[in-house]
């Protein structure tokens, strides 16, 4: 979860974590005392503050589940298998 999206400093004393949803958060402020102490006494500012902040992760491309979904994926990447497929009369399921 810290390693995803690195935490920034905003002004002096505030440590804003980006995170992607509401269970992140509930897992971050378990071990924030634990957190805390160490930033307190690395950066060495006592006044630290925590903050939170949503992320929307980008939709990457789906996933391919039916037959006709996976040869499609594949013959995008390699269009020499649509011709292969075609000199075998093969049909896709």
């Not at 999206?5 to 002096?12: A, C, E, Q, T, V």
Request: no cysteine; proline share 4%; glycine share 4%.
């Amino acid at each position: 979860m810290l390693t995803a999206h690195s935490p920034r400093l905003k002004g002096d004393r505030v440590v804003v974590f980006p995170l992607k949803n509401e269970t992140q958060e509930v897992e971050l402020l378990k071990g924030k005392k634990g957190l805390f102490d160490f930033l307190k006494k690395e950066l060495r500012n006592a006044k630290l503050v925590l903050e939170t902040e949503y992320i929307r992760e980008e939709s990457g491309p789906q996933k391919a589940y039916t037959s006709a979904d996976k040869y499609k994926v594949l013959a995008e990447k390699n269009p020499t298998l649509d011709k292969l497929r075609s000199m075998l009369n093969l049909d896709i399921e």
